[in-house]
């Protein structure tokens, strides 16, 4: 692997991810326009908007990252973009690392928009450090980008990602502890429960927002995630 020809591959993916204004719109204005919604239906209950606050934080994030990852890599391929790349000296590695570099760098902005607008324009109390917020949704984003790349290499247009989306997205939401904890679930459900990426970033988000924990005490989550 190359460490130029990964930065350059990398550059590339964010050069073409501004010239689509659809892809910034998703980055930038989607995020705030959905927690604005949920954010202020429970203006008149503070105290369920601060316990639902970093579920709703860690789902969106992973939502709208595996969306931009999904429809933005379906177009390198629909576009011959990546069969080009291919048949260069240009190594599988560094293609790779470098499309995830690059879709990383926007769902990491993302998460940043989303983590900052609901915690210092909505009205959420958070107990722990920012910063130990931000990183995990950081490790989440990626999840959700390799994801989202492994997803659309089954899609033969944007609207076949779109159909995954219930698929992928369905079981992560309601078994991820958001609406039941899953302690209360069937015992095959909490098996798959288990397996699900979003049920140990809620885990933790909520451990650092609720009850003011550090990275110390999401290691696991964390382990679980990398």
Excluded: C
């Excluded at 203006?43 to 994030?61: R, W």
């Excluded at 926007?106 to 920012?130: D, K, N, R």
């Excluded at 679930?185 to 009850?211: E, H, N, W």
């Amino acid at each position: 692997m190359s460490t130029n020809r990964t930065i350059a591959i990398a550059s590339r993916i964010i050069r073409q991810v501004l010239k689509d204004h659809r892809s910034v719109v998703l980055v930038f204005v989607a995020p705030i326009v959905v927690m604005s919604l949920v954010g202020f239906s429970f203006m008149d209950q503070p105290g369920v908007l601060n316990k639902v606050a970093p579920a709703l934080i860690g789902v969106f994030a992973f939502f709208f990252t595996f969306i931009l990852t999904g429809v933005s890599f379906l177009r390198e391929r629909s576009q011959g973009t990546l069969e080009r790349m291919l048949s260069t000296p240009v190594g599988r590695g560094d293609i790779l690392v470098g499309y995830l570099v690059g879709f990383t760098f926007f769902a990491s902005i993302q998460s940043l928009v989303i983590l900052l607008y609901t915690l210092l324009v909505l009205p959420v109390e958070h107990q722990g450090s920012l910063w130990h917020i931000f990183l995990l949704l950081i490790v989440l984003t990626v999840a959700a980008v390799s994801l989202g790349v492994f997803v659309s290499t089954f899609a033969h247009n944007e609207f076949q990602v779109v159909q995954f989306i219930p698929l992928v997205f369905a079981p992560q939401v309601f078994l991820s502890g958001i609406y039941l904890p899953i302690a209360n679930m069937p015992g095959f459900l909490q098996v798959i429960a288990r397996l699900l990426p979003l049920t140990y970033a809620v885990d933790g988000l909520r451990s650092i927002m609720i009850r003011g924990d550090g990275l110390d005490d999401v290691l696991q989550e964390l382990g679980v995630l990398v």
